[in-house]
């Protein structure tokens, strides 16, 4: 090329560009419009089934949606009137009916449902994805366990339409561990014909496209970019959908989620800072529904391995001494119920999450700390999930406040989310922020999981008591067997213990808010806390 | 020239060589434990270890290495566990979206910067001189998230111009068939005006922002280069000859000032290209800054590794095409080359 020609070239095109772009409008964008709900959230799926390796949260919503499981649950009337899932009322969504005897739960199958690809749901199917849910390992393999469902022989066709779960052993959880996103139902015969040796569940088969029966169907996925599903209109599970379509969209920007809603160009969001949702429930120009999360509690943890936190007395000091209501006003923006603070008479319930007795207290943190035999206070850290900054960040910085004023220095350990596990794993951090809150909502099983002496990961303080392995394992049982006055006691029992001991001072039930347009209703709460299509409608 | 060329690549190969070896070790030695990331919140120790064994992370680091890099002769990038994608695929679909927006924001930039730097140099001292370091300063020293908040939040959010900041087209268009990666021409090729205008609005303000912020070094580089070239020798000797300001200007003196401006350019492509995640982040734009950074977060080492790998690819190509440009602006440099 000449110089000259290139020089040229280079205005030609600058030239070109300037030209204005033709100004066409469609009308049929406005019909999409309304029949389609636009979704803006943060993050996306990596996997769009939840028997896949590593598949994370967002990936849940997707298969709740796009899959059916045998039963399902109820709604009954939430906090605020908001239609909230039903702990204890199962129906059926792939099943016609469900016969529980002693040991064993039958289910039949609805006759008419069909798969996505207009292959009939059979018994068969069934077996194999419970079968493959217990065998792939990982999460949905331990998501299974909870409800005592671990071998495939437990599992059992008894004819093409009725099958047959056997129990383990008499566990309360084995019903609602059928109710949750992990055992749904796989088209057997489409993803056993895409599997391979190396794969024979077919893992990386149903990773890029949905294989179920659920009341929508992935038609398009672009990872991070935008999931759009449109509806399943043979969908049998449940009364058909008013959504035809569904695009959701990932916004990394909280403040361009927040602008897209306000403009109205979005139709719900959530998973936006806790200022914002305060915000927008003032200005009264969206619908802000905020729910607190089912068995969940933010929580000061400590590791009662190691001195200091090995002394109750220290542990109840910090308990005197954490700035509770500050966090409630200044960090959550009041968008959570407070876990902390009840009256000294109050009687202890049979219910989980509830309030524990301790408040802010200075000077009785401090004669604790002195009893303990550190009047002069001591160093450690306090370390938070760099995941979930927006919230740990504050908090630990006013506890850090709060702490510096019994003469407790605690310097603070920012964790980046990828190695926040590996670090809760190896129990050495003395003190920490952490939440935890289960989809199976009974007090036993947060406890099994968080303070029994088997030390569960969740049990991230360490901490090991015989007496309250014995009222756990005691409550399980009582459960199980139905023996109430049993089972009341035990409950009332390791939460009074546990709020003795101390390991770990619960703050706050945290709130899921969403955000959506004035015209979009039927907003239901789940226990995993992500968006059931199936019930929104927009006007 | 062709040999030129040849030489060129052969000299990347080391560096290439390099950049696979240090990336490699750099992910590894991240403090992250990917198998306990990915093996979700619930997850049992147990579980931990079965994620890891799938995922070959309980292998020697020499023997992850050779699995590695026998991949990456078949060309096969590994794959993303944060989007559970291929990252060859990935990387193909996502280049083209940042560098569509790159070199329309440069193109912008270009086009307002050369001017302005040319005109600041002939009236060194003047309003316009004045009018160009404002600019550039102000630019240069406004963070790019900002720059891309406020305009979203004047022209989108307030005014209501500009459409919602939700990546390359509307959310009720579908892509264009993939010829090039560049929406602007796909549309274009397959003919449909809509999703082309759609595609040139969302362009909009994600390129005003990248060009706000690279002004300031192409003005002022090129501002600095025209006053050395005008205070030379052939200038001063054309202009006693009597030429036109105007020829003197633009056919000797801003020829002559072009290399240094051209070297800038190339800095500062290559720099935004990788640089401009904020941009991505607040555009929602699906680009490859916004993915290695994701992958960063959740210590996903394959995507990171691609990435890199694919920056070192680009850096490569990028300084062999301004050799070439150089010969063809300056013949001198062609001659010494």
Request: with cysteine.
């Amino acid at each position: 090329m000449k110089r000259r020609d290139f020089l040229k070239s280079v205005t030609g095109v600058a030239a070109g560009a300037l030209v204005p772009a033709p100004a066409i409008f469609s009308p049929a964008k406005a019909d999409a419009r309304s029949e389609t709900l636009l979704i803006v959230s943060e993050g996306g799926p990596n996997n769009l089934d939840i028997h896949g390796v590593g598949t994370n949260v967002p990936g849940y919503e997707v298969s709740w949606n796009c899959y059916d499981r045998l039963i399902t649950h109820e709604m009954k009337s939430g906090p605020g009137g908001v239609p909230y899932y039903d702990r204890d009322k199962f129906k059926g969504e792939l099943a016609d009916d469900m016969k529980i005897d002693d040991m064993s739960v039958t289910f039949k199958l609805k006759k008419n449902a069909k798969f996505h690809d207009g292959t009939p749901v059979a018994a068969k199917d069934v077996k194999w994805s419970l079968d493959r849910a217990v065998s792939v390992g990982g999460f949905p393999t331990f998501q299974m366990s909870a409800g005592s469902l671990t071998k495939p022989e437990q599992f059992v066709v008894v004819d093409d339409n009725t099958v047959r779960v056997d129990f383990a052993k008499k566990d309360r959880l084995t019903i609602p561990d059928l109710a949750v996103i992990v055992p749904c139902v796989v088209n057997s015969e489409l993803v056993k014909k895409n599997a391979s040796e190396k794969d024979p569940w077919g893992l990386e088969y149903t990773k890029q496209q949905t294989a179920g029966s659920g009341a929508y169907k992935l038609s398009k996925w672009t990872a991070g970019t935008e999931v759009i599903m449109e509806r399943n209109d043979a969908w049998v599970g449940g009364p058909l959908p008013k959504i035809k379509r569904v695009i959701w969209r990932m916004v990394p920007q909280a403040g361009n989620r927040r602008a897209l809603l306000e403009r109205g160009d979005a139709d719900i969001s959530y998973e936006l800072p806790f200022k914002d949702f305060q915000e927008m429930k003032a200005n009264g120009k969206l619908n802000v529904v905020s729910l607190p999360f089912s068995n969940g509690i933010q929580y000061i943890g400590m590791n009662v391995t190691k001195p200091p936190f090995d002394n109750p007395k220290v542990r109840q000091a910090i308990a005197y001494a954490l700035p509770y209501q500050k966090i409630m006003d200044v960090v959550l923006f009041g968008l959570a119920n407070p876990m902390f603070g009840a009256s000294a008479d109050k009687a202890t319930e049979v219910a989980w999450p509830q309030p524990t007795k301790y408040s802010t207290d200075m000077a009785k943190a401090k004669a604790l700390l002195a009893e303990a035999g550190y009047a002069n206070g001591f160093e450690t850290t306090i370390s938070f999930d760099l995941n979930f900054a927006g919230v740990n960040e504050p908090l630990c910085v006013l506890v850090q406040e709060s702490l510096a004023q019994i003469g407790i220095k605690a310097t603070i350990n920012k964790i980046p989310g990828a190695n926040w596990r590996t670090e809760l794993n190896k129990k050495e951090m003395p003190l920490y922020t952490n939440v935890f809150s289960g989809w199976l909502d009974y007090p036993e099983y947060f406890f099994y999981w968080c303070y029994h002496g088997n030390n569960s990961v969740f049990n991230t303080m360490s901490y090991k008591s015989p007496e309250m392995d014995k009222l756990i394992d005691g409550a399980r049982n009582a459960a199980s067997t139905g023996d109430k006055a049993a089972y009341d006691s035990d409950v009332k029992g390791f939460v009074d213990l546990a709020y003795k001991d101390i390991p770990r001072i619960p703050l706050y039930q945290p709130f899921v808010n969403v955000a959506m347009q004035k015209n979009i209703s039927g907003y239901q709460y789940w226990f995993h806390r992500r968006l059931d299509y199936r019930a929104l409608v927009k006007a | 020239m062709l040999t030129m060329i040849g030489k060129r690549l052969m000299f990347a190969i080391p560096s290439l060589i390099g950049v696979v070896i240090v990336t490699f070790l750099l992910t590894r030695a991240l403090p992250g434990d990917p198998a306990a990331y990915f093996a979700g919140p619930a997850a049992t120790k147990e579980a931990v270890e079965q994620i890891r064994k799938k995922l070959g992370l309980d292998k020697p680091l020499i023997e992850q290495f050779f699995r590695y890099t026998n991949d990456l002769a078949h060309g096969d990038f590994g794959n993303s566990l944060t989007t559970g994608q291929p990252v060859a695929a990935e990387i193909r679909n996502r280049l083209p979206a940042s560098a569509e927006l790159t070199l329309l924001g440069l193109f912008v930039s270009i086009v307002i910067a050369i001017p302005l730097g040319v005109l600041a140099a002939t009236r060194p001292g003047s309003w316009i001189d004045h009018l160009c370091r404002i600019t550039t300063t102000a630019g240069v020293s406004l963070p790019v998230f900002f720059t891309g908040l406020v305009l979203v939040y004047v022209f989108y959010f307030r005014l209501g111009w500009s459409p919602a900041p939700l990546g390359r087209l509307d959310v009720f268009y579908s892509a264009p068939p993939t010829v090039t990666g560049f929406y602007l021409i796909d549309t274009l090729i397959a003919r449909d005006l809509e999703a082309f205008r759609s595609a040139l609005s969302q362009l909009i303000l994600p390129a005003t922002t990248l060009a706000i912020f690279s002004l300031a070094p192409i003005a002022r580089m090129t501002r600095a280069s025209m006053l050395a070239v005008l205070a030379s020798d052939f200038v001063r000797t054309a202009r006693a000859s009597g030429l036109s300001p105007g020829t003197v200007i633009v056919t000797y003196a801003f020829r002559n000032a072009m290399l240094p401006v051209i070297t800038t350019l190339s800095m500062v492509f290559s720099f935004l290209l990788g640089a401009n995640v904020l941009v991505e982040k607040v555009f929602a734009w699906p680009g490859i800054g916004s993915y290695a950074v994701e992958a960063l977060i959740s210590s996903d080492f394959a995507p990171v590794q691609g990435f890199v790998l694919t920056m070192a690819v680009m850096y490569v190509l990028l300084n062999l095409i301004i050799d070439i440009l150089y010969g063809v602006i300056d013949p001198r440099v062609r001659l010494e080359g």
